[in-house]
């Protein structure tokens, strides 16, 4: 945003809740590739030149482990069954609306 010359305003009242990976169930297996893909990047970018070489492979081992295991859910279906799950995190997000 700087590099593009937007000004940037801050608002203290603002409040944002995320839910990483919320959507992560409704990916495809090409969703769940570039998903992981860029996760490597943002390490490679970011993080990996400060870092040792057994970091990196720790890291990078991490990350390949993830996919497959996301890739294993997405094939045999059970990521649209875990979604299903009653997620208690959401309903604290529910209650604290109708405050």
């Not at 030149?49 to 996301?70: H, M, S, W």
Request: glycine share 8%; charged share 20%.
């Amino acid at each position: 945003m700087q590099e593009a010359d937007w000004e940037i305003w801050v608002l203290a009242e603002a409040s944002v809740i995320h839910y990483g990976g919320g959507t992560m169930g409704l990916l495809n297996l090409r969703q769940l590739n570039q998903f992981h893909r860029g996760m490597l990047r943002m390490y490679r970018k970011h993080y990996a030149p400060r870092q040792c070489p057994a970091v990196n492979g720790v890291v990078y081992a991490g990350i390949g482990a993830r996919y497959l295991y996301k890739v294993c859910l997405r094939v045999t279906c059970t990521d649209r069954l875990l979604n299903r799950l009653p997620q208690p995190h959401r309903r604290l997000e529910d209650d604290s609306r109708n405050l």
